[in-house]
């Protein structure tokens, strides 16, 4: 799993879809 | 007035402090976009290209800047009065605490993850070859998780602030 973050894009890639789920869960909560 | 000043020079700070410390980040995702692992030869000759890279490369500068972010971060949230609601997620303050959460976990990640392996690969604290090479990929994954991190963190700023009509 960590040896995804060895490339930047997938890192990039990552923290998008982190921050797409996150807002959401908010946006739920709110 | 006093009080318009503090908070607009804390702002500064925090953006300030955030473009130091994660500007680090991005300037390597950008410059290596693929990991390079350290070799034995990389660590046991001192004017070996890499390790004369790794040596004159900014070791302290973005920690502190971390601190600064994280300081300034907090001391706005507790002069508004808004800490403890920020923290506990609490109605129209809750992006900005759970930012604030992940900024947290980033700085523990730096300073307690990241700095004493990194200690180990530069050679300020003794450590066999091995332990240097293993602890060059956990220096690695551990800026690797902050640069993630950043991405919803510097979103839950910007919608703790602007976007509060999306989440109240």
């Known amino acids: 799993m960590l040896k995804l973050l060895d490339s930047s894009a997938v890192t990039v890639v990552l923290g998008v879809t982190l921050t797409i789920v996150l807002a959401a869960l908010l946006r739920l909560a709110g | ?168």
């Open chain 2, 1 to 168: 007035m006093e009080g318009i000043l503090f908070e607009v020079l804390a702002r500064w700070l925090h953006f300030v402090g955030a473009l130091v410390w994660v500007g680090h980040n991005y300037a390597t995702a950008v410059t290596r976009p693929r990991y390079m692992p350290l070799t034995a030869a990389d660590l046991s000759d001192p004017e070996s290209p890499r390790q004369r890279a790794l040596m004159q490369r900014e070791h302290g500068t973005f920690r502190y800047a971390s601190l600064l972010t994280w300081g300034s971060g907090a001391l706005i949230l507790w002069y508004r009065g808004w800490l403890v609601d920020a923290l506990s997620l609490h109605g129209s303050l809750a992006p900005l605490g759970l930012g604030m959460w992940i900024a947290t976990l980033m700085v523990c990640n730096l300073w307690f993850v990241l700095w004493p392996h990194q200690k180990r690969v530069l050679g300020f604290v003794p450590a066999s070859l091995d332990e240097r090479l293993r602890a060059s990929r956990v220096t690695f994954l551990s800026a690797r998780v902050n640069t993630m991190l950043s991405i919803p963190v510097l979103f839950l700023m910007g919608a703790g602030t602007h976007g509060i009509a999306l989440f109240g």
